[in-house]
């Protein structure tokens, strides 16, 4: 499972697509579920073309199955990207469940987050 670590410091869909299981839901805030191939990298690709996209993602715990196969990572993840001449930035919280196929390889079976920041109050 650690290889998964270091996906947020690429913004190459690939490689953030090859540690998705083919049978993945990706759970992203103000956008639909994403429980396909094509859905994910669309949104993953969605949010790569951020310009000045920057990514930090922390683990804070880690823990896998006694009988193996299935295991949770949970972490702290700040973005920061330029929109529109100014920096705009969130953080918040990541959960991940991970599986381990026969191959041995670790997937990532569904991925989700949600920000720790307030949501602006809409003009009323």
């Given amino acids: 499972m650690r290889r998964g670590w270091r996906r947020g410091q690429s913004n190459n869909v690939d490689v953030w697509d090859a540690f998705?299981?083919?049978?993945?839901?990706?759970?992203?805030?103000n956008e639909p579920v994403a429980d396909s191939r094509e859905a994910i990298r669309k949104s993953v690709?969605?949010?790569?073309?951020?310009?000045?996209?920057?990514?930090?993602?922390?683990?804070?715990?880690?823990?896998?199955?006694?009988?193996?196969?299935?295991?949770?990572?949970?972490?702290?993840?700040?973005?920061?990207?330029?929109?529109?001449?100014?920096?705009?930035?969130?953080?918040g919280k990541k959960v991940e469940i991970w599986k381990e196929p026969p191959n041995g390889h670790w997937k990532c079976v569904v991925d989700t987050w949600s920000s720790d920041l307030s949501l602006a109050t809409p003009p009323g």
Avoid: F, Q, V
């Fill in 45 to 91: 690709g969605e949010l790569m073309s951020l310009p000045g996209l920057s990514i930090d993602c922390k683990p804070i715990e880690i823990e896998i199955a006694r009988n193996g196969g299935l295991g949770y990572l949970y972490r702290a993840y700040g973005l920061a990207w330029d929109d529109g001449g100014k920096r705009s930035t969130d953080k």
């Fill in 20 to 29: 998705h299981a083919d049978d993945a839901a990706r759970l992203p805030p």
